[in-house]
């Protein structure tokens, strides 16, 4: 995807539903929170409209928002009200981006972001996240599900945009071997209820995640 592409998509997304919270962004964090602690270096890879920047933010953390678009990237500070540690448009793509960023990071986040490669080029996104993840560091990927009911609704909300929803196997894929050991995966319903049937989601919900946690140094892989 161009760079272009995402800035027209962003510049109509202003003030839209990506902004506000709700009950999928909600069960999110709850996944998240247990992770994080005052003082982390967070990668938000893909930041968009920077909503998860934010939270990373009320959680003490410091936040690197990363965003090829710079109509997100406006987006992205106004909510975090200017005040990440850096607003960044690198191409994550770019060897140099994993080796000049090389064990920056306690946690890389991405939400919304690895669906839009080819899977060719996913491992090596891939690659450059953990090239930037501290020994010890925790890589935490959110995606579509391809057996929800997203995968239908998808073209109408997103015109143009090129996405490959995720099923289990190849996500799971990316987050074993090359230095990563799975830690927790399975799926979100979005249902708008405070009590949703989760026990469908891991199946069956919009989303898709994966938490991996980068070996430490002189660990066996």
């Known amino acids: ?26 069960r ?32 003490g953390c410091r936040v690197t928002a990363l965003d090829r678009s710079e109509e997100a990237l406006a987006i992205a500070r106004e909510v975090t009200g200017n005040a990440a540690a850096e607003y960044t448009t690198d191409d994550l793509l770019d060897t140099a981006f994993g080796a000049a ?47 929800s009911w997203w995968s239908l609704a998808r073209p109408l909300v997103m015109p143009g945009i090129y ?18 050991a799975l830690v927790e995966e399975g799926g979100l319903s979005v249902f708008p209820f405070a009590v949703s049937p989760e026990f469908l989601a891991p199946r069956f919900g919009m989303i898709r995640y994966a938490l991996a946690r980068k070996a430490k140094k002189g660990a066996r892989s």
């Not at 003082?39 to 990373?56: K, Q, T, W």
């Not at 490669?117 to 953990?130: G, K, M, T, Y």
Request: charged letters at 25%; aromatic letters at 12%; hydrophobic letters at 40%.
């Open 28 to 59: 999110m964090e709850r996944i998240l929170r247990p992770h994080l602690a005052s003082g982390m270096d967070v990668l938000d890879a893909g930041c968009g409209s920077g909503y998860f920047s934010a939270f990373f933010q009320g959680e």
């Open 1 to 26: 995807m161009k760079a272009s592409d995402w800035n027209g998509y962003w510049k109509q997304a202003k003030g839209g539903r990506f902004t506000r919270v709700s009950w999928s962004k909600r």
């Open 101 to 147: 960023r090389r064990e920056t990071f306690d946690l890389v986040f991405t939400d919304g972001l690895i669906e839009h490669f080819e899977p060719d080029v996913q491992r090596r996104l891939v690659a450059n996240l953990i090239a930037c993840l501290r020994p010890g560091g925790l890589l935490a990927t959110f995606v579509p599900n391809l057996y």
């Open 163 to 180: 996405e490959k929803p995720f099923r289990r196997a190849p996500l799971r894929a990316l987050h074993e071997g090359d230095g990563l």
